[in-house]
């Protein structure tokens, strides 16, 4: 089951995107 790998890549991304975007509104509040 490869789909396990393709999963964890993908929450990796997600992860990565909403930290990233986050961080770009704390920044954007002050």
Not at 2 to 13: C, L, T
Not at 15 to 23: E, I
């Amino acid at each position: 089951m490869s789909s396990n790998k393709s999963d964890e890549e993908v929450f990796k991304f997600v992860f990565k995107s909403l930290s990233h975007l986050v961080l770009s509104g704390l920044i954007k509040i002050p």
